[in-house]
């Protein structure tokens, strides 16, 4: 199953509010920011589908870190 | 209770320690300095008879009824206009004083009814009263001459009647009118025995200037302006101290009765919001609360095409609860969800809440405050550390620049306004900060220095150039910064905002505003001793809303207007309890406080008390669950008293969204187009009946105490308890007072807040606790809660919701004074006289380009939805931006609205959507409108 729009559209939103910091922090500002205010399953579908091509490339290394975050089972993303 | 009448102790309190001491008859009393003789009296226990003086007013001195004498002193001194003196000797009952003030009544009464019996006021008359008081007994001069008895009633207000031959002509009305409300819309013309009151040269009331606050019958001493609700019903004789639930302002009033019928609602002069003033929502539109058309009983259905079936309680609650449960069995625990509403109470947000987390099973929680505050969440938490406002009402006397950004508290916020103007009168300067020309640009007496027009959309730019002026002149307050913010944040701020993109003049493109002007403003701002900044719904219902909110904060922390009296940051909160049902942790990342649902410690707090582990991941916002209702993952919604079917944007993919679920719950009054939606329907409760609290937009803590008994038997808290338990996680409480007790015991904010204080006190300011017993009426003093301020980058991005050659206009939504939200109650009043239909305003240029000429019906048409709307030229609203409001379903303002929303919170973007607008020869819906 494709990507949601939605879901495409807010997370893209996201890494462009955040693309001052340079795209390594920022990457890291959308991962923080998806982990503490996205419910699972809709950071579950967005890490399923990190190669849809409409994602930017801001938000799929956010989606990296955030694999990272997940596996290391950590909720407190500040 | 019984009926309870406020002391009018005659003239305004004047604040200081009490230092004069004077003697009156025969009696010590010491009281501030400019305290009036008459109000000193008064505060003796010793009653001077008056008839032009009230305490909310300032002394008139006309009637010569309130005469005194002193000692030393020749003649016979009006009390009222008389300041005390040290040492003064008054004396306010001699012979002398006696014949003068029987003197003074009899002229009055000659040209007087002499129909007490029969009239509405009568017991309820300060004319009764004080021809009782002088020991009036005859008149010698006959009713047979010259008088106003004739003269025709004025009946055209819906809520108020004016009778001149009943009026005394003590100008109360007009002092009120522009003392206390700020309308300036009466006058009294002519002069001596010819002179009267006059509701401007409209000749009426209903097409003056008037907006019905009642600010003047409320200071009428007679019959002459009196509700007809008292003309209809007579004298209440019973009173109930409560809280208005249409606004965040919050007012206090007092609804008086007959038995089991409110006869009228009185503001309170105790409220500490409202100090004794009120709008025309809360004063008078209160009948929606015993309309026919609201439901009473339980209602359910198989399928939302067939009719609804009335049924017990026990039925509707065991229906829902086991039908929640299947799905759940089937679908999974994160299937289903809640809806809280900011209408609500405290005490019923925070069980729908509970109910969600520990019965559900998991975190989809959210609430109506999504579609508008939620930036003014993140945003502050990020800054300054929590979610609310900085100050309490009472500090705008104190600001000497107010910038109002993105709100219009004239219609939105009305008696926050009237204290907001009351101030700008004395010499206050004011920013606005508005793509349309609110009121405020210009009211009477009242003129904006500057009125920042700028381009829907374009905030950001705005605040950021304001900041880049600051920083790049010098006049940030580097004191204030290094001492109490994070110097690295300010560093890292100070340079992204010095750079050139930031400046007035590469934005002015963007915004539209000249670069001068915002210069000049940002001066103002940053110059003045206090600075306060109020905002509203133009603030956060952005795609950078939260953006914009951190962008005030910076400005107010730059320039060090942040942690005393007259400065801060304050978001006017639309409904009643928004402050309220964030704080009780509706949001599905946050537990009751603003504390994240991932903090173990707090997590366990919760889990301890309600016996369940709870879920440490955020749950679905509002529209993600729409989302996932479309998606086939969310399956059942309990919505609390929220028409999200007509309030939230981009209807047509809502109402999808609900039509795809199996399971749908409204908690309602009237079957509101939700409820078109829903399998089963609870019956809720109207302000009058129910028992908790509302948090107002200055952190509030204020008590709804019911006035009757719940019509539909139950109180909405009760209902939940009963759900959540039929769910198999019983959930019980005695009172309503139980659950502010558990909120007190699980947030450390509420820590101090009981039923037993509120009652006591009248009303707590959050964080109350054992560091604030009494509240904290001014937040961040000397530190901010989250430690030190924290300044963060800001860069403006643009919303992808553009104008293009196909939507070449920007619609912006707004409210009106009269009706409230999606109008439910409102139009079920009589406001329908002042706001019949939503009307879409257009500029004059944009009107002639299209061939459109006032009154036309007109297509408007989006990326997403069309509706008609009547439209109104108007150069309220620059070239390039209509607007309307929303507050008739039938208008569909939300048809055209689009799903764009804020990047941190998802709050919708309802302030810019890009739309065509043509003429419409032919209305289709007007017909069925009966236009
Ligand atoms: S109701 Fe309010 S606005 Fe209208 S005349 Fe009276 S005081 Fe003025
Ligand atoms: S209408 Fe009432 S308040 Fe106004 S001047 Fe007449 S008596 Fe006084
Ligand atoms: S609507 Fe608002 S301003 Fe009007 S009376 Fe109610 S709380 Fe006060
Ligand atoms: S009450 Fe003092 S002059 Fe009227």
Redesign the pocket.
């Known amino acids: 199953m494709p990507l949601r729009n939605d879901l495409v559209q807010m997370a893209n939103q996201i890494a462009a509010n955040f693309l001052h910091h340079g795209p390594e922090v920022a990457a890291s500002e959308v991962a923080a920011h998806l982990k503490r205010f996205w419910a699972p399953p809709m950071r579950a579908e967005l890490l399923a589908n990190l190669d849809d091509g409409r994602l930017d490339p801001i938000v799929v290394r956010a989606g990296e870190l955030l694999r990272e975050l997940e596996s290391a089972g950590s909720n407190s993303a500040s | 209770m019984p009926l309870v009448k406020e002391r009018d102790l005659?003239t305004r309190a004047v604040s200081g320690s009490p230092s004069v001491e004077l003697e009156i008859d025969g009696m010590a009393v010491a009281v501030p300095e400019g305290t009036s003789v008459?109000r000193a009296a008064a505060l003796a226990g010793i009653g001077v008879p008056?008839?032009?003086?009230t305490d909310s007013l300032a002394?008139?001195?006309?009637?010569?009824?309130?005469l005194v004498e002193i000692e030393g002193v020749r003649g016979t001194p009006?009390?009222?206009?008389t300041p005390v003196a040290p040492g003064m000797k008054v004396s306010t009952q001699t012979p002398r004083l006696e014949r003068l003030r029987r003197n003074v009544m009899e002229l009055y009464i000659s040209d007087h009814p002499l129909d007490c019996l029969t009239c509405a006021a009568n017991g309820d008359c300060e004319l009764q009263d004080m021809a009782g008081a002088v020991g009036l007994r005859e008149v010698r001069y006959g009713q047979a001459g010259q008088s106003h008895l004739g003269e025709v009633k004025d009946t055209t207000n819906p809520y108020f009647a004016f009778d001149p031959a009943k009026c005394i002509v003590c100008s109360r009305c007009v002092r009120a009118c522009e003392e206390t409300q700020g309308t300036f819309a009466l006058t009294i013309t002519g002069r001596g025995f010819g002179s009267r009151v006059a509701p401007g040269p409209a000749g009426n009331f209903f097409d003056s200037e008037c907006v019905s606050c009642g600010a003047c019958v409320q200071a009428c001493p007679t019959d002459a302006l009196e509700e007809k609700s008292v003309i209809d019903m007579g004298v209440p004789d019973r009173s109930v101290l409560t809280t208005c639930a249409y606004c965040g302002v919050g007012c206090s009033f007092r609804a008086e009765l007959r038995g089991d019928e409110v006869v009228r609602m009185v503001p309170s002069k105790s409220g500490q919001a409202n100090e004794g003033h009120s709008c025309v929502k809360g004063r008078f539109a209160w009948g929606y609360a015993t309309h026919r058309e609201r439901v009473v009983k339980p209602m359910i259905r198989e399928a939302i095409t067939d009719p609804w079936r009335e049924v017990s309680w026990e039925e509707a609650i065991g229906y829902a609860g086991s039908r929640l449960r299947e799905i759940q069995a089937t679908y999974g625990v994160a299937s289903i969800g809640g809806i809280t509403s900011s209408r609500c109470t405290n005490e019923e947000v925070f069980v729908v809440q509970k109910m969600v987390r520990a019965a559900f099973g998991n975190n989809n929680v959210d609430t109506c405050a999504r579609v508008c505050h939620s930036p003014t969440g993140f945003g502050l938490s990020q800054t300054f550390g929590t979610s609310a406002g900085t100050q309490d009402f009472a500090s705008v006397a104190e600001a000497d620049v107010i910038m109002v950004v993105g709100a219009n508290p004239s219609e939105a916020h009305p008696v926050f306004a009237s204290r907001m103007k009351r101030r700008l009168r004395e010499g206050a300067r004011l920013v606005v900060v508005d793509p349309r020309r609110i009121d405020l640009v210009r009211a009477p007496h009242i003129e904006a220095s500057h009125h920042l027009q700028l381009q829907p959309g374009s905030n950001v730019a705005l605040i950021n150039a304001m900041a880049h002026v600051v920083v790049t002149e010098g006049l940030v307050d580097r004191d204030f910064v290094s001492e109490r913010c994070e110097m690295d944040d300010f560093a890292v701020w100070e340079k992204f905002i010095s750079t050139d993109i930031n400046s007035p003049e590469a934005t002015e493109p963007i915004t539209g505003v000249p670069a001068g002007e915002v210069r000049a403003a940002a001066r103002l701002y940053a110059g003045a001793p206090n600075a306060a900044i109020y905002y509203g719904l133009g603030v956060t219902e952005h795609s950078q809303g939260s953006t914009m909110v951190m962008g005030l904060a910076n400005l107010a922390m730059a320039t060090g207007n942040i942690g005393r009296v007259g400065v801060g940051v304050n978001p006017l909160r639309g409904q009643n309890n928004v402050q309220g049902s964030c704080d009780m942790g509706s949001f599905p990342h946050e537990f009751s406080g603003y504390r994240h649902v991932s903090d173990d410690t707090v997590r366990h707090v919760f889990e301890e008390l309600w016996g369940r582990t709870l879920d440490p991941e955020p749950g679905l916002r509002i529209p993600n669950m729409f989302d996932a209702a479309i998606e086939g993952t969310f399956r059942a919604l309990f919505v609390q008293g929220e028409d999200i079917a007509q309030s939230d944007p981009n209807v047509n993919h809502v109402k999808a969204a609900l039509e795809s679920l199996e399971l749908c719950i409204v908690q309602d009054l009237f079957l509101n187009e939700t409820a078109s939606f829903a399998h089963v329907f609870l019956p809720g409760t109207s302000f009058l009946e129910k028992d908790g609290t509302f948090t107002n937009a200055e952190r509030r803590i204020n008590r709804v105490r019911p006035v009757m008994a719940p019509r539909n038997g139950k109180q909405e808290w009760q209902v939940v308890c009963e759900l959540s338990s039929a769910m198999g996680y019983p959930m019980q409480y005695d009172n309503a007072s139980r659950i502010m007790d558990e909120i007190a015991a699980t947030t450390p904010t509420f820590a101090g807040v009981s039923f037993r204080k509120l009652d006591e006190l009248g009303s707590l300011q959050w964080p109350c606790n054992e560091a604030a017993p009494l509240g904290t009426p001014t937040m961040h003093v000397g530190t901010f809660v989250r430690g030190k301020g924290r300044f963060l980058e800001t860069p403006f991005v643009p919303t992808e919701e553009r104008a293009s050659r196909r939507y070449p206009l920007i619609l912006t939504t707004g409210r009106i004074l009269t009706q409230y939200n999606v109008g439910a109650q409102t139009r079920r009043t009589g406001n329908v006289a002042w706001h019949p239909e939503d009307v879409l305003e257009i500029h004059p240029h944009d009107a002639e380009d299209r061939g459109i000429s006032d009154g036309d019906w007109v297509t408007v048409t989006s990326r997403v939805g069309q509706t008609e709307l009547r439209c109104r030229l108007s150069p309220r609203v620059p070239v390039g931006v209509v607007y309307t409001t929303f507050h008739h379903p039938v208008s569909g303002a939300n048809v055209v609205t689009t799903e764009h929303s804020d990047w941190a919170t998802n709050c919708p973007e309802y302030k810019v959507t890009a739309v065509e607008v043509r003429a419409l020869r032919a209305p289709a819906s007007a017909l069925h409108r009966g236009a």
């Open positions: 005659g008459m008056k008839l032009c003086a002394a008139f001195g006309s009637c010569r009824l309130c009006a009390s009222c206009t």
